[in-house]
């Protein structure tokens, strides 16, 4: 399984990036070799639709799952259909994040809010 | 010849200047391009004489005939398109109707199907010809209808008085585009001279000629009228803080046809105007 997550630096200590979207990388974790590998986010400089090209990058990074403290209305509707699942983070870095998901102690994030569109979150 | 009236935010006095200005220029035309909240047609109470839909053009997925080439997803700079479980995924909303991925699709599996996003109202008031653009609730953007708007006027009005939507975005940028000049209007505050200068910057970056209108004008000082000093922008008139004009407004009473002390406030004023229009840039 992979799980993906938004993250503040290239690095396996950093923390979790607070926008999705617009995170300056993604680390995706694999459960089997218990190896984590960052890629740098190409859709954190876009004008716009920031969200779903990020996504975009997810589902072809092949994650099953993608932990973040929050996501945008277009994102979560091409995780729909790529039938990702999404997890509300916690405090914490990102392998904290990982390890609480594997524990079982993350919640499915059931909410996402309307695109920001230019004008500023 | 197109004046623009325009402000950085909202309720400094765009539809006050540009509704009264257009009420005493004789035959004009007023367009309202503040088509997220139009208010103009308020004041005119014109006759609607046509009505006309606008609509967009959105891409639409022929999924048996796409083979996965992603051509149109890597195409949309405004990302708008994505590729999930082997089928392009359109999202209209962040769609700018440019047409590109549908010409650029080898497989002919996309093609454009129309959305409508508003409506463009003409009308008669007295001797001003009204056009208004209104967008339906909920959609993005309103660029397509203000587009529309600036189209095809009727020839026998010589001044057009264009209402602006606040702030200095694209919007604006379109509502601008070929406006012969630029009215700032502005409040006394600080604040209001801070949005005095963003919108200042924007007609600077288009080349506009401009001037400036000091609306709410009371005793003291007027920190817009300092901004206008230093940045040698012309002032062309001073409209007071005025209880009886506030009256009248939110009656949605045009001051110059019902009062003579302001049909000759902006008579004097669409003066000024049309001596700094004529003047060689």
Not at chain 1, 29 to 48: H, I, L, P, R, W
Not at chain 2, 176 to 190: F, H, N
Not at chain 2, 240 to 265: C, T, V, W
């Amino acid at each position: 399984m992979k799980i993906a997550i938004p993250v503040d630096e290239n690095s396996l200590n950093t923390g979790v990036c607070i926008s999705f979207g617009r995170a300056p990388y993604f680390m995706v974790f694999d459960t089997d070799t218990k190896k984590g590998e960052s890629y740098v986010n190409s859709a954190a400089e876009s004008q716009g639709g920031a969200g779903v090209k990020a996504a975009q990058s997810i589902v072809d990074a092949g994650a099953d799952i993608l932990l973040t403290p929050r996501c945008g209305d277009n994102a979560v509707e091409v995780f729909k259909a790529a039938g990702i699942k999404l997890y509300k983070t916690k405090d914490g870095s990102a392998m904290d994040n990982i390890e609480a998901f594997l524990a079982g102690n993350l919640l499915l994030l059931t909410e996402s809010h309307p695109g920001f569109h230019g004008h500023g979150g | 010849m197109k004046i623009a009236v325009l402000s950085g935010k909202g309720g400094t006095g765009k539809t006050l200047v540009s509704v009264n200005l257009a009420s005493v220029a004789g035959p004009s035309t007023y367009i309202d391009c503040d088509v997220e909240e139009p208010n103009g047609h308020l004041f005119f109470k014109p006759n609607v004489v046509r009505s006309e839909k606008v609509a967009v053009k959105i891409p639409v997925v022929d999924a048996a005939h796409c083979t996965g080439c992603r051509t149109c997803v890597e195409f949309c700079q405004y990302n708008a398109l994505a590729f999930i479980r082997n089928k392009p995924l359109v999202f209209e909303e962040v769609c700018h109707s440019c047409g590109g991925c549908v010409l650029l699709c080898p497989q002919k599996a996309l093609h454009e199907q129309e959305k409508n996003i508003g409506v463009v109202e003409d009308g008669y008031s007295g001797e001003v010809f009204v056009r208004t653009g209104m967008l339906n609730t909920g959609e993005v953007s309103g660029v397509p209808i203000i587009r529309k708007l600036q189209r095809e006027l009727p020839d026998e009005t010589k001044t057009v008085l264009i209402d602006c939507p606040p702030g200095s975005a694209c919007v604006v940028m379109e509502s601008i585009k070929d406006a012969d000049y630029c009215i700032l209007v502005a409040e006394p505050t600080i604040f209001g001279a801070q949005n005095l200068g963003m919108v200042h910057e924007l007609v600077t970056l288009f080349k506009k000629p401009c001037g400036a209108v000091l609306n709410k004008c009371q005793s003291g000082d007027n920190p817009s009228e300092q901004y206008c000093c230093e940045k040698s922008i012309r002032i062309l008139g001073r409209i007071p803080f005025d209880s009886e004009l506030g009256a009248m407004n939110s009656n949605a009473i045009i001051a110059a046809r019902a009062s003579g002390k302001y049909h000759q406030l902006f008579t004097e004023l669409l003066d000024a105007v049309l001596t700094e229009v004529g003047k060689p840039t």
